[in-house]
């Protein structure tokens, strides 16, 4: 793997490890410092798209009624890199306070922006089918 690969795989994962923190830190200003006021998530069925507004507001709730007690993520899949973005899939379980869990294939844009951070730009939700070609997680 070449050493930019390595680099942009490195900042992916830290990013993911950064979500999975303030999940469990139940801390929403850092939370939110990880996604781009010009975020576009697709896939969720019944929406079209759903972007930054709507995405914290479901955060804030989730964060202030204890909704969630863990986040994770398995079968880190690198698609595409350049100095500003990243491309990458990996396979997302949300694990609720009530003991439901939410598992689902995503792939993730993340954006280095001007002040220096990086931050989801993009998310797609993966079809199923989407996630077992892509070995995301065994079925």
């Known amino acids: 793997m070449s ?19 303030t999940v469990a830190d139940k801390d929403l200003d850092a939370h939110l410092d990880l996604i781009s006021r010009k975020v576009n998530l697709t896939g969720i069925p019944g929406f079209d798209n759903i972007g930054y507004d709507d995405w914290a507001n479901q955060c804030k709730h989730e964060f202030e009624n204890n909704l969630i007690k863990q986040i994770s993520y398995t079968g880190f899949k690198l698609r595409v890199n350049t100095n500003n973005r990243i491309m990458f ?7 609720a306070t009530d ?6 294939g995503i792939e993730v844009v993340i ?29």
Do not use: C, M
């Open 111 to 139: 954006e280095k922006e001007p002040d220096g951070k990086w931050r989801v730009i993009q998310e797609r939700i993966l079809p199923e089918d989407e996630s077992r070609h892509d070995q995301l997680l065994n079925f």
């Open 99 to 104: 003991n439901t869990v939410s598992a689902q």
């Open 3 to 21: 050493e930019d690969k390595n680099k942009a795989e490195q900042i992916a994962k830290d990013w993911l490890n950064n979500i999975i923190k």
């Open 89 to 95: 899939k990996t396979y997302e379980t949300v694990e």
